[in-house]
């Protein structure tokens, strides 16, 4: 017995290092489940102050693209506003208020961003005091930038869709066929589209948006352009290169997508069986 | 070690971790060069440093940069394994007539040979496991190989000039 404590006790810096190295590939697992434990993560307070304190600063040097882009949004949404606006003489049928506003936005700044990685995260400095929730989409002007992650009271990490693990449900526009867009891990600029099948005509150019069968993003919502089609290795599917719409090293305002009926989706697949991704 | 010493130690660790986690964490040079200065901390800590307490101020590092960088636990097993390694590696190299007590293994004190084959392939360790967990699930293979190389040399010409502007012969910072 005495050698065997006096063997563990020879050994102790190996054993320290075992039990070391088991903790930090718990945490690795853990986090990597898309939920992961809310204290481990940039959304942490102490952590989110000290981000927060650093983008203040930094902001600055970025004011002037973030300012020309809100321009270039509201010019956009000014436009379409006046396509909407009722001629004088036409009958107007309001809609019930009900079945219009399936989605309410909010907005937020983002304090911490990478995108070198292969699993990418970005941190908003808006949490569940604003009303922040688990699985809202995030997107900006430009388009899709993730999906929130985890959420503490006044900041929140959010999945980059420059994560090899996100697959967002999306379309080609021009003809409403529906695949995935998944990050292959190499080129922040670029993204495949998955799961499109052989027989469609696929075009250079062609814009890809977000589908909307997954109700976590509205209809529509810029992904990016197609510009490369090959045959997959994958007998059934096009191997699709799409260059994204957000340009993420220059990522400073996004706006957050909650759906109302993301509950009673989500309980109908389930009981249903179906379910999305 | 007297207090003092170990002061300017804690200081030195915290003005590493700060200058990690708010100002090299967005400098990645031409996206594959990214830049781990942070783990010079643990390479030059004092000689007699044993295993033990370099675990432990590894895995506290290590935890508080993968806080930061969002990689829970990546940092933390990359760095504990440099920290246990360290003190055997130190033993391998050790110069005729050993070490002197409180010698910080620095290129100052060291020359720039000993102090390359001491840090790179400890560098080297540190990426590999770095990149490696970071890339699994995918097939990017020789992105994390170019990222590995990339960054070990990036990290390394780092080190040298901050060693030369901020350390001084015989004692640290």
């Known amino acids: 017995?005495?050698?065997?404590?006096?063997?563990?006790?020879?050994?102790?810096?190996?054993?320290?290092?075992?039990?070391?190295?088991?903790?930090?590939?718990?945490?690795?697992?853990?986090?990597?489940?898309?939920?992961?434990?809310?204290?481990?993560?940039?959304s942490n307070q102490l952590i989110g102050s000290m981000l927060g304190a650093q983008n203040d600063v930094v902001e600055y040097f970025s004011l002037s693209s973030v300012n020309k882009s809100l321009v270039d949004k509201n010019a956009e949404l000014l436009a379409e506003l006046e396509k909407l606006r009722q001629p004088a003489d036409s009958v107007f049928i309001e809609l019930d208020s009900l079945l219009s506003s399936t989605f309410q936005f909010k907005g937020a700044k983002v304090i911490n961003n990478s995108l070198r990685l292969t699993q990418?995260?970005?941190?908003?400095?808006?949490?569940?005091?604003?009303?922040i929730k688990q699985g809202m989409g995030v997107f900006n002007e430009e388009g899709v930038v993730g999906r929130v992650k985890n959420v503490s009271k006044n900041y929140a990490s959010i999945i980059s869709l420059l994560h090899t693990e996100l697959l967002i449900s999306s379309k080609?526009?021009?003809?409403?066929?529906?695949?995935?867009?998944?990050?292959?891990?190499?080129?922040?600029?670029m993204a495949k589209l998955m799961y499109v099948p052989r027989h469609v005509v696929v075009e250079k150019g062609d814009k890809i948006v977000t589908?909307?069968?997954?109700?976590?993003?509205?209809?529509?919502?810029?992904?990016?352009?197609?510009?490369?089609?090959?045959?997959?290795?994958?007998?059934?599917?096009?191997?699709?290169?799409?260059?994204?719409?957000?340009?993420?090293?220059?990522?400073?305002?996004?706006?957050?997508?909650?759906?109302?009926?993301?509950?009673e989706l989500d309980s109908l697949y389930q009981s249903t069986g179906l379910k999305y991704e | 070690m007297s207090s003092s010493r170990i002061l300017t130690l804690v200081t030195g660790g915290i003005f590493y971790f700060l200058f990690q986690v708010l100002i090299l964490k967005n400098l990645v040079l031409f996206g594959i060069a990214f830049c781990f200065l942070y783990i010079f901390f643990i390479l030059l800590l004092p000689v007699q440093v044993k295993?033990?307490?370099?675990?432990?101020?590894?895995?506290?590092?290590?935890?508080?940069?993968?806080?930061?960088?969002?990689?829970?636990?990546?940092?933390?097993?990359?760095?504990?394994a440099v920290g246990f390694i360290r003190y055997r590696w130190l033993q391998v190299l050790v110069p005729t007539g050993g070490y002197d007590d409180d010698l910080m293994p620095s290129i100052l004190n060291?020359?720039?040979?000993?102090?390359?084959?001491?840090?790179?392939?400890?560098?080297?360790?540190?990426?590999?496991?770095?990149?490696?967990?970071?890339?699994?699930?995918?097939?990017?293979?020789?992105?994390?190989?170019?990222k590995i190389i990339g960054s070990a040399?990036?990290?390394?010409?780092?080190?040298?000039?901050?060693?030369?502007?901020?350390y001084r012969r015989r004692r640290g910072i």
């Open chain 2, 110 to 146: 060291m020359g720039f040979g000993w102090f390359l084959s001491y840090s790179l392939p400890l560098i080297l360790i540190h990426h590999s496991i770095f990149f490696y967990i970071e890339s699994l699930g995918t097939d990017l293979f020789m992105s994390s190989v170019q």
């Open chain 2, 153 to 166: 040399i990036f990290v390394f010409i780092m080190s040298i000039i901050v060693q030369l502007l901020l």
């Open chain 1, 120 to 131: 990418n995260h970005l941190t908003i400095n808006k949490g569940s005091n604003h009303g």
């Open chain 1, 211 to 263: 589908s909307g069968y997954n109700a976590v993003f509205p209809e529509g919502i810029p992904i990016g352009t197609v510009v490369e089609i090959k045959p997959g290795p994958e007998t059934n599917y096009l191997d699709i290169t799409i260059e994204l719409a957000t340009d993420f090293s220059k990522i400073s305002y996004v706006y957050l997508v909650e759906n109302f009926q993301q509950q």
């Open chain 2, 51 to 80: 295993t033990i307490p370099t675990l432990l101020i590894s895995f506290i590092l290590g935890l508080g940069v993968d806080l930061f960088y969002d990689t829970m636990g990546i940092h933390t097993a990359a760095l504990v």
């Open chain 1, 172 to 189: 080609i526009k021009s003809n409403d066929v529906f695949g995935s867009t998944k990050w292959d891990g190499n080129n922040p600029k």
């Open chain 1, 1 to 42: 017995m005495q050698r065997i404590l006096l063997f563990l006790y020879k050994i102790r810096a190996f054993l320290l290092f075992v039990l070391l190295e088991v903790i930090a590939i718990w945490m690795i697992t853990s986090h990597n489940s898309q939920q992961g434990a809310a204290f481990f993560n940039s």
